[in-house]
């Protein structure tokens, strides 16, 4: 009985009734709360899963995975504006495209365009539209009936637009909206970050294949002289390992050039001579920060060697044509009276008895002419700089037409000469004038490496040998020496410790360079205070084109 008056009361009073109001609105805004929170966590998780280096495709895909678990949708489309264009870059599903990737959107009668330029969300049902616009034929082929547009912006400035189109021909509800909204100003932050990261990845990747398509090598130094990074021509060069590269003779041969571009922070330059007898014009450049702090300095090495050795060949050869056409014309001038004295000795020889007193001084005068006449001919054949011919002739031949021009001057300077020459030694197919250059320079040096040396008996052997395919040609002489750390040098050009007017250091550059264009080498042995030994290898036959040099 009380019950019932209870429940009588209740409802005169509306208290039940409010109740059920009440619960209804609570279980309506619990509901609202959670999707709210649904949203807000695809926000968070989208916002997430991105990364810089994610490609578009990675992230649309992303986007539509997470918006399947709150929106009916079945297809994302980015349209993004490059050189006031709307392209096509990126849909998926990939299988439902209307148009192709990069394709360009007119700006008439367009969804997409519209949305960017009226900067609003357009909504737009398809099905029992009668509007005309590019869009709607293909979205209805690929049975999309509903589609949402989105302008993307990025600081007031519009970049593009995000399409979500469904099959699903209903509205879609406000609350749909703004947080489509939301997302899409996410995403606008999201594409700006992978397109700035994507420029900066091409920018050092165009950087890289620059630097390593340089053909000069490039190293850059910390203060330590640490390596940071250099390019493939360094490789190359000093032909390091793949993993553990060293740079030992690098910093050998650089570091006080490094240390001092450090110290003075300005460019620097030297030329550099390797083990390997190659030569390096060598650059560096000191490396600021944007406080203007040198932290780095780029060492720039450019391989020289051939050009200093053709450098230096021209030069010899210009001062040998000048020498040889002086030569030519001192010969040619001597010949007339030396003519005449051989002419009138062999006539008066003739009329005089062996037995005659004058006879004696005759004949002298007949040798000492013929002797000019040897010298003179040896004079113009070395002074043919421009003939050279390469052809078979004996080693032997060159070194005797040599010594017609220097025997006198070397023994004049109280310097035995000893011969020791191979009177089976092959012929040798090559230019005779330009190995007989080699030959006088070898000459010269060991004459004046005895005429510094303090030895009472100075010598220079002279060997001519074979061994197999190969003829040898040793210089030895007993003076003053080379002293170990320049024996990689001296074949250098413009190496050199005579004075100015002694020597310009392209004898042995020159003659090195002989050597290879013979297809031969040409080494050096020697110790300090007991001599140095040259010698010439050949091949006694070539199986090549040779090289003329001229």
């Known amino acids: 009985m009380l019950e019932d008056k209870q429940e009588m009361i209740a409802l005169l009073t509306g ?38 280096d994610m490609s578009l495709d990675e992230m649309l895909q992303n986007v539509l995975d997470k918006l399947k678990g709150l929106l009916l949708c079945d297809r994302l489309s980015l349209l993004l504006l490059q050189n006031s264009e709307l392209i096509l870059t990126n849909v998926y599903p990939e299988e439902n495209r209307g148009l192709k990737i990069n394709s360009a959107i007119p700006n008439r009668k367009s969804l997409y365009w519209s949305a960017l330029l009226n900067k609003q969300i357009i909504f737009q049902q398809l099905l029992d539209s009668s509007e005309d616009f590019f869009e709607h034929e293909y979205l209805l082929d690929l049975q999309i009936h509903s589609v949402i547009v989105l302008p993307i912006f990025i600081k007031n400035k519009g970049i593009g637009v995000l399409s979500i189109g469904r099959q699903d021909p209903s509205e879609w509800g406000h609350d749909d909206l703004l947080f489509l909204e939301q997302l ?15 420029e900066v990845v091409r920018g050092k990747q165009q950087w890289e294949d620059t630097f390593k398509a340089v053909d000069d090598m490039i190293i850059v130094f910390d203060k330590n002289l640490n390596v940071l990074q250099f390019n ?37 330059y030297r030329d550099i001579f390797f083990e390997n007898n190659s030569i390096c014009e060598t650059y560096t450049y000191p490396v600021q920060n944007h406080q203007h702090r040198v932290y780095g300095v780029i060492l720039y090495l450019k391989d020289v060697t051939e050009k200093r050795k053709m450098e230096a060949q021209l030069l010899h050869s210009g001062k ?15 010949n007339s009276p030396l003519t005449a004295i051989l002419g009138n000795s062999q006539l008066l020889l003739r009329n ?13 005068i007949k040798n000492c002419g013929d002797r000019c006449k040897r ?4 004079l113009l054949t070395f002074s043919r700089q421009d003939e050279y011919i390469f052809g078979a002739f004996s080693l032997n031949e060159g070194i005797n037409q040599v010594l017609n021009l220097l025997r006198y001057q070397i023994e004049k300077n109280e310097i035995m000469i000893i011969l020791e020459l191979d009177e089976d030694l092959p012929e040798i197919e090559g230019s005779q004038q330009q190995i007989e250059q080699i030959i006088i320079n070898l000459i010269l040096n060991a004459r004046d490496a005895l005429e510094v040396s303090d030895k009472g008996n100075k010598e220079i052997t002279i060997i001519s040998s074979h061994q197999e395919d190969e003829v040898q040609l040793t210089v030895k002489d007993n003076g003053i020496g080379i002293e170990e750390n320049r024996l990689s040098e001296i074949f250098h050009p413009f190496h050199t410790t005579k004075e100015a007017e002694k020597g310009t250091g392209l004898g042995l550059s020159v ?16 110790i300090v205070e007991e001599g140095s030994t040259f010698t010439l290898r050949l091949p006694s036959h070539l199986s090549y084109e040779p090289e003329v040099e001229g």
């Open 15 to 52: 208290v039940k009734s409010s109740k059920k109001n009440y619960y209804t609105e609570l279980k309506t805004t619990v509901e609202q709360l959670r999707k709210k929170n649904i949203q807000l966590e695809i926000i968070n998780e989208v916002m997430k899963s991105m990364k810089i």
């Open 184 to 198: 899409t100003d996410h995403l606008a932050v999201s594409i700006e970050n992978t397109q700035l990261y994507h």
């Open 232 to 268: 493939d021509s360094v490789r190359s060069f000093f032909q390091l390992k793949e993993h553990s590269p060293s740079f030992a003779i690098l910093r050998k041969e650089c570091k006080s050039i490094i240390e001092e571009t450090f110290r003075s922070q300005r460019t620097g």
């Open 320 to 334: 040998l044509a000048a020498i040889g056409e002086m030569a030519a014309g001192i010969a040619h001038e001597l």
């Open 352 to 364: 005089k008895a062996k037995d005659d007193p004058s006879y004696i001084l005759l004949n002298d």
């Open 375 to 378: 010298i003179i001919k040896s």
């Open 511 to 526: 003659s090195f360079g002989i050597a290879n264009a013979h297809g031969g080498k040409l080494e050096v042995c020697s």
